[in-house]
């Protein structure tokens, strides 16, 4: 993981825009950088020349054996920008991001849900069902089994203890867990990260068991919604969600009525001749 920086002139010489990233290698020696932004300074509206010099500079900057890099984003004028200067680009995925204070739960429960989701919610508490939030730290051990009994069943790929670790070192009580329990037995839990400065709660990991008749997972992140709103956040970011409308995830993320919110990615020739050249190599190699 690198870190890229463009500042302003002296005297100023504040941070303008900046691009996180890693190295992928691609076939032989050349490499592939991936980003997730760039993030720019939303006092700036030049976003075509910020893009402009962020590339020459980073270009400049990596080897000669970085031919390439990937842009992910959700900031729609930065990834018009980009569609402008021709660059190849795919939309698969996004987020759906809730503003509570556009539609807060208890419009949510009147006039967004469907009796489809009443029912889910009702179902669970006729059950006499038991649901909390806590910090991470305090119910991991708990979460981390049936997060990971979920992903191993659905074939996902599994973040390991040591990644959590990183989490709940870097998050420490901005790191949540909503629990979902009936007849003692824990049937849903939904780790979300919390950014007080954004007033923004991300629903990041989840894992849940299969109930007849019955959605966990959906009431687990109702407990959420809940729980943001009565502590002062506004916005739910439900995390990466496919584009396909017929999705299931897609569908149960829908229902609470946020945006979707395309993330685009875009894939820029740092040095095109030579990543033309690497393309059709890997092409050959894969056959």
């Given at each position: 993981?690198?870190?890229?920086?463009?500042?302003?002139?002296?005297?100023?010489a504040r941070?303008?825009?900046a691009?996180?990233?890693?190295?992928s290698?691609l076939?032989?020696?050349?490499?592939?950088?991936?980003?997730?932004?760039?993030?720019?300074d939303?006092?700036?509206?030049n976003?075509?020349g910020?893009?402009v010099?962020?590339?020459?500079s980073?270009r400049?900057?990596l080897?000669?054996?970085?031919?390439?890099?990937?842009?992910?984003?959700?900031?729609?004028t930065v990834a018009?920008?980009?569609?402008?200067?021709g660059?190849?680009w795919?939309?698969v995925?996004?987020?759906?991001l809730?503003d509570?204070?556009?539609?807060?739960?208890d419009?949510i429960?009147?006039k967004?849900f469907r009796k489809?989701?009443?029912?889910?919610?009702?179902?669970?508490d006729?059950k006499?069902v038991?649901?909390e939030v806590?910090?991470a730290?305090?119910?991991?051990?708990?979460?981390f089994?049936l997060y990971?009994?979920t992903m191993r069943?659905?074939s996902?790929?599994?973040?390991?203890?040591?990644?959590?670790?990183?989490?709940?070192?870097?998050?420490?009580?901005d790191?949540?867990?909503?629990s979902?329990?009936v007849n003692?037995e824990l049937?849903?839990?939904?780790a979300?990260?919390c950014?007080?400065?954004?007033?923004?709660?991300?629903?990041?990991?989840v894992?849940?068991?299969?109930?007849?008749g019955?959605?966990p997972?959906f009431?687990a992140?109702w407990?959420?919604?809940?729980w943001?709103?009565?502590?002062?956040f506004?916005f739910?970011n439900f995390?990466?969600?496919?584009s396909d409308?017929?999705n299931?995830?897609?569908q149960?993320k829908?229902?609470?009525?946020?945006?979707?919110?395309p993330?685009y990615?875009?894939?820029i020739?740092?040095r095109?001749?030579m990543y033309?050249?690497?393309?059709?190599?890997?092409?050959?190699?894969?056959?």
């Open positions: 993981m690198a870190y890229f920086g463009l500042h302003s002139s002296p005297p100023d941070l303008i825009a691009c996180p990233f890693f190295y290698n076939r032989g020696p050349f490499k592939h950088v991936a980003s997730n932004g760039p993030v720019f939303e006092s700036r509206d976003y075509d910020l893009l010099s962020l590339m020459q980073l400049n900057s080897s000669m054996t970085v031919l390439s890099v990937s842009l992910r984003t959700t900031n729609k018009d920008v980009l569609i402008a200067r660059y190849r795919s939309t995925s996004g987020d759906f809730l509570m204070e556009k539609t807060p739960p419009e429960w009147e967004v489809r989701e009443r029912y889910k919610i009702r179902s669970l006729s006499g038991l649901s806590s910090n730290q305090d119910s991991f051990s708990p979460f089994q990971e009994e069943k659905k996902y790929q599994i973040k390991d203890h040591l990644f959590f670790d990183k989490l709940l070192e870097g998050f420490g009580n790191f949540k867990i909503a979902v329990s003692k049937v849903a839990v939904t979300f990260l950014n007080q400065k954004t007033r923004t709660v991300h629903i990041s990991y894992g849940y068991k299969e109930l007849h019955l959605s997972s009431y992140d407990i959420v919604v809940k943001a709103n009565g502590n002062g506004r739910v995390g990466d969600t496919s409308e017929t299931k995830i897609h149960a829908e229902a609470f009525g946020g945006e979707f919110i993330r990615r875009f894939s020739p740092l095109p001749r033309a050249i690497a393309r059709r190599l890997n092409a050959v190699l894969r056959r």
